[in-house]
């Protein structure tokens, strides 16, 4: 059974960092694009970025995570990574890893794909 469990989260100030963990299990982590995603208090969930599986490209979908975000993934230990660095009130969020077969990282194919049960980060002083 495909299973995504995120961990790392927490509270942090602003100007802080924080990396956050998605752990898989049941499936084979090198064919799959992930992606994290962010649902503010009172706010639609959004994108922030995705790993694709074909090179381990990075594709962001918003520019908030633009040179603040970076993802990474480690396939041998099927774990993927999102180090979040120069965090911000706004970036108060629970932030959920999805998983999707092939290496796409179109936002929408993760509406059918595998998510984790999301792990809470707020920012503040």
């Known amino acids: 059974q495909l299973q995504l469990v995120e961990s790392g989260g927490g509270l942090v100030q602003p100007g802080g960092s924080l990396r956050l963990s998605c752990a898989a299990s049941?499936?084979?982590?090198?064919?799959?694009?992930i992606a994290w995603f962010r649902q503010a208090p009172g706010k639609e969930r959004e994108g922030v970025l995705c790993?694709?599986?074909?090179?381990?490209?990075?594709?962001y979908y918003a520019d908030s995570g633009k040179g603040r975000f970076t993802i990474s993934r480690d396939n041998a230990k099927s774990t993927v990574y999102l180090q979040m660095n120069n965090l911000k009130p706004e970036d108060t969020a629970v932030y959920y890893c999805?998983?999707?077969?092939?290496?796409?990282?179109?936002?929408?194919?993760?509406?059918?794909?595998?998510w984790g049960q999301g792990t809470q980060v707020t920012v503040s002083s």
């Open positions: 999805a998983a999707g077969l092939g290496s796409s990282c179109y936002i929408g194919r993760f509406d059918f794909g595998s």
């Open positions: 790993s694709s599986s074909s090179d381990g490209s990075t594709t």
């Open positions: 049941g499936f084979t982590l090198d064919y799959y694009a």
